[in-house]
C-alpha cells in the first residue's frame, strides 16, 4: 500500500491530508517501512514525497499562511485535539486559530482535552470495554463543556465520539474542522 | 529455564479481565482519584524544571551506553562490589535466583525475613519459594504491606495499593493486625502500621531489598523511597539480601544526578526522595555484616537481542507512563495480568515471558502516545508496541476474523475500481441494518462497535463520486 501511495501521489506538488492519524502514518512510519526494506529507490522516494504531505491546518496556516477563510457558523464549538495531532503532528494552536476566525463562531474549553477519547483503530473493537469506558469519560467532558458541535482533524475519532451522542440522543454532534470551515452565511450553514 | 512473570502465564486475556474491572465502580473511582494526584504534582515538578528536556535525553544516553556495554558494566560491578565486601551470585532465571536467597535465609537460620519493596521479587513469586521453604516474608513498604494483608495483587509498580481506599484499608488492618478499634485517618493507619512493623525491624536477622539503580565502577546499591522502611531494613539486620535486575546498573555514581532529579519528580511529583540509601559492600561493626547481590537475568538479555524493542530494558520503574495511560486509568493493574503493569507492563511482560502467554497485551492500547511523552528515559512505548503487534501476526497468533478483515481491506484498497465496488457492495448489504442513514446494530463480532455506538452510514455519494461530477458540471 505504501508502494501504491508513492505511485499515485508521485506528480503531485502538495499532497493534503485531512487526518492527522493518516499523516503520522506517513511521516513516523513509511521512512522506517522504506528502511526496513532495504529499498534504496523506496527509501529516495519516501524522502522526497514527506516535505509535500500535509495535514489539512498544516496547509493553511503553514503554507498558505491564512487563518481567516471567511467561514461564518453562528454556533458553540469544543474541539477535541486528537492524539495524533498533539504529540505526534504537534499542531499546536493551528485548529484552535482557524476556528477563532471563523464568524459567529464561540469557541469553549473542553475539560481534559488532550485524553485519548478511546478510539485507536481496532482498539474500539478488541478491547471495547475499556474503549467505551474512555469514550464515557470524553462525551461527559464535552457534554459539560456546553458546546453543541465537537470537532477534530480526524474523523475516525469523531465517528467514535458522533457514534455515542447519536446513540445516547445526547441533541449534539460532530463535524469535521473542514466542514466548519466550508460554511458561509449565503449557503446557510452544515 | 524457567523464566517467568508472576503469575501472567496463567491470567486471563486482558480485554477479559477488563470486562470485569471496568465495572467496579470502587476501583474506578480509586484509580481515577490516585492517577489524578499523581498527575497533578508531577506536573508541577516537572514543568518547573528548565532543563527537563535535557535531563530525559541524558537519562535516554546514559542507558542506551549502559545497554550496549552491559557485560562490561556488570564485571566492573561483580568486580567493585567483591572488593567492597559483597558477595555477587549470578541467576540465569527466577528458580535460579529463588534457590540463592532461600539458600543465603536457610544458612543463617531465619525463619523471617524483612522486605523493603521490589517489584523483581514479586517478578521472581519469591515470596511462595520463602514460604514454601517455611520462611515468612514481611513487606515493610507500607502498601506492600496492604497488599501482602489484603492478600490483595499489586497494581501498580510505584502505588502498589493504589487500588485501594483508607476506608478499605482500614478494613485489612482492623482484621489483620487484631486491632479493637482503628480511625481511617491516614496517619493513624500509619502509625498502626509502624507499631505492627517496628518489632520486625528489630528482631528479623535478614533484610531482602530490590534496587533502583547498582553503581557499577564503586559496586554500590541504590534504593530511594519515602517512608524510611528502607533504611530500616538496609541498616538494622545482621544480613542484607539485594536482587537487581541486569539492567538496573548504571556507570558511574554521577550518573545518580540525572536520575535522582527524574526519578522522584516522574514517579510521585516529589523534587527529592525523602530517603535516598546508597551502600557499598560492607563496613565493619555498621550495618549488616554480610552483603549478597543476585544479578537477574530471567528473560532480560533476550529483550536486549531484540533492537526494535530493547528500549524497554531503560526502564526506571517511576510509574509515570501508567499515571498518564487511560487504558490503565479505566481498569487498575490488575487486568495487565503481571506486576508490571500498564504501558511499561504491556511491552516489558510479554518480551520477558514467552508471547503466547501475554500476546493479548500490546494490543492493551490505543496508541494515544501518552505514556511516551511522559517517560524520563524517552522509551517509545508506542513504537515497540506496534512492533509486538507485528510479531503476534508474524506468528499467525491473530484472531481470524481480524486477520481475514485485514485480507479484504487490503484487497479492497489495492486500486480505485475494487474500493468503487466495495463501496457499492456495502451501499447494498447495509440495507437491512441502516435506518434513516443511522447503522445501530451490526451482526457478529462487529456488534463489539454498534453495542453502545451508532455508525454513519455508508453515503450514496462518496467524496470521489461528488468530485467527478462536480468537475464534469463545471467542466473543468
Known sequence: MMQRFLEVYRGAEVICIPSSSCVAMIRDHYPKMAAASGDVALKRAVKNMLPRVYEFTELLVDKLGVTDVGAFFPHTVALHPSCHSLRSLHLGDRPARLLASVRGLTLVDLPAAQECCGFGGTFAVKNADVSEAMLSDKVRCFLNSGAEICTAVDNSCLMHIGGALSRQRAGVRVLHLAEILASRDSKGTV | ?476
Request: aromatic fraction near 6%; charge should be neutral.
Open chain 2, 1 to 476: 529455564m524457567s523464566t517467568y512473570v508472576g503469575n501472567a502465564a496463567d491470567a486471563p486475556k486482558f480485554q477479559v479481565a477488563a470486562k470485569r474491572l471496568v465495572r467496579d465502580t470502587q476501583l474506578r473511582h480509586n484509580v481515577r482519584h490516585a492517577t489524578g494526584v499523581i498527575r497533578k504534582k508531577r506536573a508541577i515538578v516537572v514543568d518547573e524544571m528548565p532543563d527537563w528536556h535535557e535531563l530525559r535525553e541524558s537519562g535516554h544516553e546514559i542507558k542506551q551506553h549502559v545497554m550496549r556495554h552491559l557485560d562490561f558494566y556488570l564485571e566492573q560491578f561483580e568486580k567493585a562490589c567483591t572488593a567492597a565486601g559483597g558477595t555477587v551470585h549470578w541467576a540465569r532465571d527466577a528458580d535460579e535466583a529463588n534457590g540463592i536467597i532461600v539458600g543465603l535465609v536457610q544458612a543463617h537460620q531465619a525463619k523471617e525475613v524483612i522486605k523493603v519493596k521490589t517489584m523483581t521479587s514479586d517478578e521472581i513469586r519469591l515470596n511462595v519459594a520463602l514460604e514454601a521453604a517455611g520462611i515468612t516474608p514481611y513487606e515493610t513498604d507500607l502498601a506492600d504491606l496492604i497488599v501482602q494483608l489484603g492478600e490483595d495483587k499489586p497494581s501498580h509498580i510505584v502505588v502498589p495499593a493504589l487500588h485501594r481506599n483508607r476506608m478499605e484499608i482500614r478494613r485489612i488492618f482492623l482484621d489483620k493486625m487484631n486491632l479493637s478499634e482503628l480511625s481511617d485517618k491516614p496517619e493513624d493507619l500509619a502509625a498502626a502500621a509502624r507499631v505492627y512493623l517496628r518489632e520486625k525491624f528489630l528482631r528479623v536477622p535478614v533484610a531482602i531489598s530490590g534496587a533502583n539503580f547498582a553503581i557499577a565502577n564503586s559496586g554500590s546499591v541504590c534504593v530511594v523511597e519515602s517512608e524510611g522502611n528502607g533504611r530500616m531494613c538496609i541498616s538494622l539486620p545482621r544480613v542484607l539480601i539485594s536482587l537487581v535486575g541486569i539492567e538496573k546498573i548504571i556507570p558511574t555514581f554521577q550518573d545518580l544526578e540525572v536520575f535522582l532529579q527524574t526519578l522522584p519528580r516522574s514517579a510521585t511529583g516529589e523534587r527529592m526522595n525523602p530517603y535516598n540509601s546508597i551502600w557499598t559492600g560492607v563496613t565493619p561493626d555498621d550495618g549488616p555484616q554480610e552483603f549478597h547481590v543476585v544479578l537477574l537475568d530471567n528473560g532480560r538479555t533476550k529483550v536486549l537481542g531484540d533492537r526494535e524493542a530493547r528500549e524497554t530494558l531503560d526502564c526506571i520503574r517511576c510509574g509515570a507512563c501508567l499515571n498518564a495511560c487511560p487504558v490503565y486509568r479505566q481498569t487498575g493493574g490488575h487486568a495487565y495480568g503481571s506486576v508490571y503493569a500498564g504501558p511499561i507492563g504491556a511491552i516489558l511482560t510479554p518480551q520477558l515471558q514467552s508471547m503466547e502467554h501475554s500476546q493479548t497485551l500490546p494490543y492493551a492500547s490505543s496508541l494515544c502516545g501518552a505514556c511516551y511523552e511522559v517517560c524520563p528515559v524517552k522509551i517509545n512505548i508506542p513504537e515497540i508496541l506496534v512492533h509486538l503487534r507485528g510479531k503476534v501476526v508474524e506468528r499467525g497468533d491473530g484472531p481470524f476474523v481480524e486477520r481475514m478483515a485485514m485480507k479484504a481491506a487490503a484487497y479492497a484498497l489495492e486500486s480505485p475500481e475494487r474500493l468503487d465496488r466495495a463501496r457499492k457492495l456495502g451501499r447494498i448489504a447495509q440495507v437491512p441494518f441502516t435506518k434513516d442513514g443511522i447503522i445501530s446494530h451490526l451482526p457478529g463480532g462487529l456488534d463489539a462497535w454498534t453495542a453502545v455506538r451508532d455508525l454513519p452510514a455508508i453515503p450514496q455519494e462518496s467524496f470521489r463520486e461528488w468530485w467527478v461530477k462536480r468537475e464534469r458540471q463545471t467542466g473543468l
